[in-house]
């Protein structure tokens, strides 16, 4: 271990003892990290046939395809949804996440949708999955706020998916408007906000508002620039504002934050599992 890396902990660590609250904020690199990778073996290993078929080359990406039914738009999601939500338990990493704040007065906000803060431990009043959920499916065109849980549902679109095609009379309409639906992920203007987001959404600000010019240590975890004002420009601008922050940065690619905030800002690019790992030590 290398004395700079070391600092680094110990400069981390101390911020996170002596922090009144903690705020996290988890991205895509998060999950990465997690093991929930997008791309490579886990991607190939599933999706065969959809590779075949669509000559898709990962997760990401393939999520944008424009499907001429709702037949194949519905097997290629099923198994989607279920291998990121469903085939898969709480993460070392994020139950270590918990281990590290759980006695801190802490929050989280994520874009990830796999409900993985929730699976390691995280009371769901803590949690603001700002972005959508995998669990739920929504009305197309948001015509309603209501969502829709999908287990059962997930489960036998995959059972009975032939030729990545669902049958027929497993296609789901809307129950108000009669139109098509899909999965809860903002990704169009027709995102539905229920009110347990509404909820969360509130309990984010609260806490935002408690923790002013409060001893605070934002850590944002794998946060790149996809959607960065949800959680990485926020975080500089709060850390900027306030005396008393740290912002904890574990970032492989993207380390780098404002000039303005380099002496308060903490940056690893080394392994999340790693640095988590050191600062529970």
Not at 77 to 82: E, F, G, L, N, Y
Not at 87 to 110: C, G, P, R, W
Request: include cysteine; charged fraction near 25%.
């Amino acid at each position: 271990m290398s004395v700079i890396y070391q600092t680094r902990i110990e400069g981390a660590k101390k911020a996170l003892e002596d922090a009144e609250y903690v705020l996290l904020g988890g991205g895509a690199g998060l999950s990465a990290a997690a093991g929930i990778t997008y791309s490579g073996k886990r991607f190939t290993d599933n999706f065969g046939p959809f590779i075949e078929k669509y000559g898709f080359t990962d997760l990401y990406t393939s999520s944008f395809y424009p499907f001429k039914t709702e037949e194949e738009k519905w097997a290629y999601w099923a198994k989607h949804i279920s291998l990121n939500r469903y085939e898969i338990d709480a993460t070392k990493l994020y139950m270590d996440l918990f281990q590290l704040v759980k006695d801190k007065n802490y929050f989280v906000i994520s874009t990830n949708v796999e409900s993985q803060f929730t699976k390691a431990g995280f009371p769901p009043d803590k949690v603001f999955e700002i972005q959508g959920d995998y669990n739920f499916l929504q009305c197309e065109t948001g015509c309603h706020d209501k969502l829709y849980y999908n287990e059962s549902l997930v489960k036998e679109m995959i059972d009975k998916t032939v030729d990545c095609k669902i049958p027929s009379n497993l296609v789901q309409k809307c129950p108000v408007c009669g139109g098509n639906m899909d999965v809860n992920l903002r990704k169009n203007q027709y995102f539905v906000q229920d009110e347990k987001w509404y909820e969360s959404d509130k309990l984010y600000k609260n806490f935002l508002q408690e923790s002013k010019g409060k001893k605070i240590v934002y850590m944002e975890l794998g946060v790149g620039f996809n959607t960065p004002g949800i959680i990485r420009y926020p975080f500089e601008q709060m850390t900027y504002h306030n005396d008393h922050a740290t912002l904890v940065r574990l970032n492989k690619e993207h380390p780098e934050g404002f000039e303005e905030n380099e002496e308060k800002t903490v940056a690893f690019t080394e392994d999340m599992q790693d640095v988590v790992t050191s600062l529970m030590q």
